[in-house]
């Protein structure tokens, strides 16, 4: 199969090219090197079935050749992060919205299969946990940037279907949820590779809030196993599913693991929300996946615990090519935005 990944250069990105050529198919990757990294992909390069384009995916014409050449897109080519998304709100949306949009535009003369991530970010503030596909959506008001990307990822998944039900693009919608592993950059305040490069420096580790909130992580290799599968199944068309791990842990509790498995003298330090991302935002206290409907249709399952997780996580940052991210400053050690 031809496959094309639009932020393919980044995390997840990379992940899946790697795991689309180990399974025999061509790939093309298409990334601005806004939040990817050629890094990433730079092991790939050698494989002849592989190619890379620099460029926006809102470069419409680019995009015709590429979808035109491909059998199908992975379409993960997005504002990544809660940093970001509330320290430009208005590229978070216009990037999400526009790129989609184009992407399920071109896909649609050839019907050529979209494989569209979102996030669990949809869901927002559900009190309703484990989190189930046909849930309502419980967003908060619109003045809280946050809530501005679930919106514009919700978008994305209503026109994906529109162009399902209306035109017949097969399309696939996967819902992420907190996906980690080596390659996540400490750069845009993802809590795990936040957590370990801080402890590996001797900072303080910077809890959120209270701690008590709690997120389930998912090891990458897992979610671009269930893309690949996903993309594969018919069964899966037209259709929207969790993808992530539903071993549920608090925050506070994750940076005492970090700082037990790095042996690390760091403090642990609790800082208000506020002071994190400015005064309007708001978290979601707890966020688990319910996999019922994904296991049910390729049997998947989470196959790497959070202790073995954030094992690779650090072995990755101690790794000589991750030095240099550790000399240099923490983006997010505490100066505030
Ligand atoms: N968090 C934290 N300290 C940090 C970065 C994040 O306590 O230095 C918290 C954040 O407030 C959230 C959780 O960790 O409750 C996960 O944050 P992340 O940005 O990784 O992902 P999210 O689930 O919020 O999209």
């Not at 393919?8 to 198919?25: K, M, N, P, V």
């Not at 929207?240 to 760091?266: C, M």
Request: net charge neutral.
């Amino acid at each position: 199969m031809r496959c094309l990944v639009t932020g393919g250069a980044g995390f997840i990105g990379s992940h899946l090219a790697e795991e689309l050529l180990r399974a025999g198919h061509a790939v093309t990757v298409v990334d601005d090197l806004s939040t990817g990294s050629i890094e990433n992909i730079e092991p790939l390069t050698s494989e002849v079935r592989f190619r890379y384009v620099i460029d926006t995916i809102l470069n419409r014409r680019l995009m015709a050749e590429l979808v035109d050449w491909a059998d199908i897109i992975f379409h993960l080519a997005a504002v990544v992060g809660v940093k970001l998304v509330v320290e430009d709100p208005v590229r978070a949306i216009r990037t999400n919205v526009r790129a989609t949009e184009i992407i399920l535009e071109l896909a649609a003369p050839k019907r050529k299969k979209v494989v569209f991530t979102s996030t669990s970010e949809v869901y927002g503030k559900t009190s309703r946990v484990p989190f189930r596909e046909d849930d309502d959506l419980v967003l908060g008001a619109p003045w809280r940037s946050r809530w501005g990307y679930a919106c514009s990822k919700a978008l994305g998944e209503f026109l994906a279907l529109a162009y399902w039900r209306e035109y017949g693009v097969p399309v696939v919608i996967a819902r992420l949820f907190n996906t980690v592993g080596p390659r996540q950059t400490n750069r845009y305040g993802m809590v795990i590779p936040t957590f370990v490069c801080q402890a590996l420096r001797g900072e303080p580790i910077t809890v959120y809030g209270d701690g008590q909130q709690t997120r389930s992580f998912c090891w990458v290799g897992d979610t671009v196993r269930a893309l690949v599968a996903l993309a594969e199944h018919p069964g899966a068309v037209g259709q929207i599913f969790n993808v992530g791990s539903d071993e549920e842990v608090r925050i506070v509790d994750v940076a005492h693991q970090v700082k037990a498995l790095t042996g690390s003298v760091s403090p642990i330090v609790f800082i208000p929300y506020d002071r994190a991302y400015g005064d309007d935002f708001e978290d979601m206290r707890r966020r688990v996946p319910d996999l019922t409907k994904i296991r049910a249709l390729i049997g998947y399952r989470p196959t790497v615990r959070l202790e073995e997780i954030l094992r690779q996580v650090i072995l990755y940052y101690r790794s000589s090519e991750c030095q240099s991210k550790l000399d240099s400053p923490t983006a997010m050690s505490f100066s505030g935005f």
